[in-house]
């Protein structure tokens, strides 16, 4: 019959399509990662910064990682070349194009702010930079969107609390406090001050914990930090009482599939365990953490994760519709974006169920 997908690569094609249809929140997004080469030069030469590659090319070439912290090197460099509010807005602006090409209708962005401070650059100019963009997208994409404001935990706790003070004059802009940078020797448990600080002040928590950390430091962001979502988390899974605490309080993990790869967490898509910790009932999304290092948005790395990992068709619904309720968006308003991911799921032109998975070894 016309129109029925007949070979693997119109079934791709078509489930790509579907994936790019499906409205989604995107919850795990650093926006300093959103940096694409062709920009960091750019504003190199409007700011006068020279930087260690010679051409666009180079910089992709050199994005090869053996691990967090060989990643963060290269990521903590390139945001030199952010001075300005105008590079602040520049950077929202691009990844708000971007993400309304891949189906986001919510996005929850994080920054880091001491990157910036560290370097001279005000809290304002970067925090202003940031929001404008965001409203001009949410009117222009019709893009709703919260702030999350990172503690860089290779810092200390004392830096973090200044760097909430800086924040509270621009209270009403963020939504939540999260933590991020190299993990293995910085557990969640040293920042308890400052959450506990936050929290008073209104603010919601999350933490990067059990992306190359133990599943300890998931415990601790949970009990200590009182956070609402875990970022990453898939070494949750070598703690069957942790992952029962994390189905028991239906605790969102942000799973970031093209990253955990690219940093070595998993050797290759094909072993990850998003679908294991779908599959067990856990609240995972997908998300991309920092696309323009690793390689793809958030539809690009759904499609990835459910080629490789064979995801049904009500699979890839749930990780859309668990976006949503993982989000920190009012319940009436979530309501509504479910039902947008109801509606979009039966508008698409994909019925292939039963993918073969991209691995050779399958069967
Ligand atoms: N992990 C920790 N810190 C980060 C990351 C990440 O994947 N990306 C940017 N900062
Ligand atoms: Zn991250």
Redesign the pocket.
Known sequence: MTGEPVTDSDIRRDRARFIHGLPKAELHL?IE?TLEPEMMFALATRNGISLPYADVEAVRRAYVFDD?QSF?DV?YAGCAVLVTERDFYELTAAYLRRAAAQGVSHAEIFF?PQTHTDRGIPFDTVVTGICRALEDGQRRWSITWRLILCFLRHLSADAAMTTLEQALPFRNLIAAVGL??S?LGHPPSAFEAVFRRAREEGLLAVA?AG?EGPPEYIWEALEQLHVRRIDHGVRCWEDRLLVDRLLADRVPLTV?PL?NVK?GVFPDLAHHNLATLLRHGLRVTVNS??PAYFGGYVADNMVAVAEALALDRGEIVQLARNSFLASFLDEAVKRERLSEVDHAATQGGWTAPQIPPARSSAG
Do not use: N, T, V
């Open positions: 650093h990662g967090l963060l990521y880091d991020d940078s993990e990067h992306e970031c990253s940093l953490d920092d």
